[in-house]
């Protein structure tokens, strides 16, 4: 029971994170690169985060539990076996995010202008990408599809 409580979580946090990626970079970043415009950015991000942080937090923490359940965390690095690997690439996935946000948040955000728009750009397409490496990975570890 506890593991499909965390899976259902789980998916409802990845609703949250890789829907609002997508609705990021397919809609609301073309219209920010087309006005030339950062604030259309900068507004959607301050509306976004409020929902966006708590989703990667719970994503996080319902992920590592869940992975715990099937690998001791001693292996998670091991890429032993299919469940290793996807574990052990999640974990990778999960730190690239982590850099990328960060940096986003410490370096571009503060002082972003029309000049370094195409910076930002460049973080919300990798995140987007990144996030649905995640989705796809969560899915293929029950689907086996590869
Ligand atoms: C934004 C980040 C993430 C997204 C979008 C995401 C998405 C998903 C999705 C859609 C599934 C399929 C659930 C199912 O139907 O079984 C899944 C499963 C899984 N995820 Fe994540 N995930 C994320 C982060 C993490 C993290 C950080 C970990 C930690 C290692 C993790 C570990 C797992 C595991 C072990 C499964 C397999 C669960 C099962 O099938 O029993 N995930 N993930």
Known sequence: ????????????????????????????????????NPEVLKSFEERYEKAGIPSLVLQAVTGLWIASIYVSPAEWFSFSDRAHIHIGLKLIFLSATLLLAVHARLFIIPVLNTKNLPWLA?????????????????FNFRMEVL
């Open 1 to 36: 029971m506890l593991l499909k409580i965390l899976i259902l979580l789980h998916l409802v946090g990845a609703a949250v994170w890789v829907g609002g990626h997508l609705v990021l970079a397919l809609s609301v970043l073309p219209k920010a690169l087309r006005e030339k």
């Open 122 to 138: 460049l973080h919300i397409v990798m995140m987007t990408i990144i996030a649905l490496a995640m989705l796809f990975t969560g």
